[in-house]
């Protein structure tokens, strides 16, 4: 609670701080701060310490898990505004308003990751997808943003409508919109209109989480919208609503475990083949990490599949690899004139620890040992396996792993072994956070317990 109450309290003073502050630079001050509070804030609620005593009437519940996986999603977060937010500058002239619409997505993040009841689920995800709508269509001098943004809204707005008919349907099959008095599945037969609403809210979250076949919105969108808010949504967002997905399927049809378990492996499946396969053949890497996010949520999609313990231990690890190592390559991305691969030529040359970097941040998605990435790997793999079930989905997910480095050395061939002029401008702040975000993803490759030990204390 303090984390959403408190975001939304900077919400609004960042919306009026475009107007009283003339400087970009103090803009920017109150937004790091900001997010510095919110994530003690947060971490003083795991240890009990509650600044707002509000009545959720069962409503929401604020456990160790949602409260640890918030505070990963606000580091993130803090590294994505010290690495990207002089990047917003470019996009246009209302750069407090950016900053007062991501802390209202962190808002709908809370909401999400904490919800008990559907209700408080459609409006997390609402708050959510309306702000990215508005983000991604911020740089109104580029068609191709413009497009994105519109694309975005008719597609978001789809699977919102197959949310609220889902949510309808569990309504008229429980009678309640809570999830912890739903006994979904209890019964030898469970009524038409439950499996039927389960159905709908599992179209509609795959949607939110571009999963195959409803992923078709994502390589146009990620590509068109500004770099900047591309990074943003291609990790700490689809992070935040696989949380949600998994505690959607684990409370409320855990107990119709049998009936969806195999119907998501194979959309872990399809996701993880299309994401792959449709990479591999990408001349923009831009476009081609649109392909990877959509690859690495068929990897997240094994913690719901298997939906044990090694699942939840698993999905915080890969939201934490995931999220930094693409953020990073964001970072430097957005501050590149040329995104095509040939665009990297020769770029370990001119910036030898930018390329490092990168390079770090390029394994770790490709799941190379020593790298959080291949941990976070492992964990689903573990998970799966454990589910007892659907082997053949290891060994698939294995196999699109391997594809997975192809193109993600592609980048890294051109950067160390191919002639060329690429060159990036950088701060020493900006290489210095860089340096932290790459050791973090070593530090956890090496020592995940860093991570998962506040999972049980």
Known sequence: MNALIISAILGVIMMFSGILLKQKSGVRGIAIGGLVLVLLSNVLEMNGTHFFNVNLHGMMEFDHFSLLFVSVIIGAMLFYFIL???????????????FALLFFILCGIVLVTSFKSLLILFLGIEIISIPLYILTGSDKRNLKSNEASLKYLLTGSFSTGLM??????????????DVAKMKLGLSEQ????AIAGMLL???SMSFKVSAAPFHFWTPDVYDGAPTVFTAFM???????????????????????????QFWVAVLAAATLFIGNITAVFQQSVKRMLAYSSIAQAGFMLLALFAMNQDAREGILLYSVAYSLATIGIFAVLGRMNDYTFEGFNGLARRQPLVAAVLTICLLSLAGIP???GFLAKFYMLKAAMAAGTQFWLVIFAVLMAAVSVYYYFRVIQAMYFKEGEANVTVSAGFKTALVVLAALI????????LILYWLYF
């Open 84 to 98: 990207s937010a002089r990047d917003m500058e470019k996009v246009g002239g209302y750069y407090a308003e950016y």
């Open 164 to 177: 609220l008919m889902g949510i309808a349907l569990i309504y008229g099959a429980t009678g309640t919109f």
């Open 190 to 193: 469970p009524e038409l209109l």
């Open 201 to 203: 809210l599992l179209f």
């Open 234 to 260: 291609a990790t700490i967002v689809k992070a935040a609503v696989f949380i949600g997905f998994i505690r959607l399927f684990g409370d409320t049809f855990g107990g119709m475990a049998p009936k969806w």
């Open 370 to 372: 020593l790298t959080a």
């Open 442 to 449: 070593i530090v956890l490759g090496v020592a995940p317990e």
